[in-house]
């Protein structure tokens, strides 16, 4: 008989995560709003933005150590708890002097909380579900994300234009407490590991143990981060720096159209996990380099339409039909790549594992926005020299894997 779905544990996990989400998406689009509006340069929060990501990628693996070691119930209560605080600290010193300082400590403070909680829910949620059921919680949670990344900016835009930074600011405070307070209540077996001895002795030995687990005794865990990290470095690419370049200089249409197009991205998410979740025990492994190569197959028409007579709108609709098709299909793809992960790493190595997916993923995701930068600028009046070529490589890509895909389902 199969297990169900929502359990207690699980369902108070998916409450805090979408509180939790809906409050740091409020809080960014505010934070966000409220520089610009200060210093009138987009470059100065895209500098705070870059400094603040470093932490996380650099303390991602000592994240997964943790979650490894100590009891992740606990882990999740302190980190949701301590972010609380430090909002609320940040909302309560910000003032007109020192408003650049304060908020480059916040995101700085959030990214290195941040480096600890991110493998630590994602190690949850194999130690609550088990078999097809941990497809199912990772496309539920995905879901949740992309509601929240739908709803959250726009619901703080609104709530920023009427009452301003500091409410927001603690709107995302009683957001994060509410998360610590779901999670609370949540049961795990214990899986902590006292650290003995030198601390620094036991990080390295946990450091060096996944590496070994990763190179020699699971080799397809190392091939699954290569697939979905170079993957996301071009559909990132593509998506986050091609997509407003060609509806604001390309097509020359205003910020509302880019606006419905990052609508249908979020929706196309959605749509995607959903089919990941309800497709869970009906696809088999052997084909999802089917859908790997669909990712590429998508972006292909975007670049083909600028070489056809097309009037703006065909052109502008084509495009964001293109890129949905290639964010539902990327969406589908990391959901059954992070849940093999998953399902190939023993409890105690967890943590540590998707420490290492999270950080390579975050790292070739801005890899590719600045070199797709490059490339759209450089073929600005071509860009379709851009986007077919992506497409046909991605499509490679998923082709080439047929054979890795089928033999991780024989084995």
Known sequence: MERKLFTKNFTLLVLGQASSLFGNYILRLALSMYVLEVTGSAAVFAGILSVSA???????????????????????????????????????????????????????????????????VQACIPQMLSGDNIVRGNAVVNQVASISYLTGPLLGGMAYGVFGLKPVMYASVVCFFITALFECFIKLDSQARVFQGNVLAVIKEDFFSSIRFMAKEQTDIMKLMFLAATSRFFVMGVTLVGLPFLVRNVLGLTAGYYGGAESALAVATI???MAAGLLTGKLKTGRLFFVLAAIGACIIPAGAVFLLPFGVGV???????????????????????????????????????????????????PVGQIVYGFLFDGFREEVYLVLIPTGIAVCLIGLFSAGFFRRLEAG
């Open 315 to 365: 052109r502008y609709a084509m495009n964001v039909a293109a890129f949905c098709g290639t964010q539902a299909a990327i969406s589908f793809f990391s959901i059954f790549a992070v849940s093999m992960i998953q399902q190939k790493t023993p409890d105690h190595l967890i943590g540590k594992v998707m420490a290492y997916t999270s950080a390579i993923t975050m790292c070739t995701q």
């Open 271 to 273: 749509l995607g996990s």
């Open 54 to 120: 470093v932490p996380t990628i650099l303390l991602s693996p000592l994240g997964g150590i943790l979650a490894d070691r100590a009891d992740r119930r606990n882990i999740m209560v302190a980190l949701d708890t301590l972010t609380g605080m430090s909002v609320l600290w940040a909302a309560v010193v910000l003032s007109g002097k020192n408003d650049m300082g304060v908020i480059g400590a916040l995101l700085v403070t959030l990214s290195v909380l941040g480096a600890f909680e991110t493998p630590t």
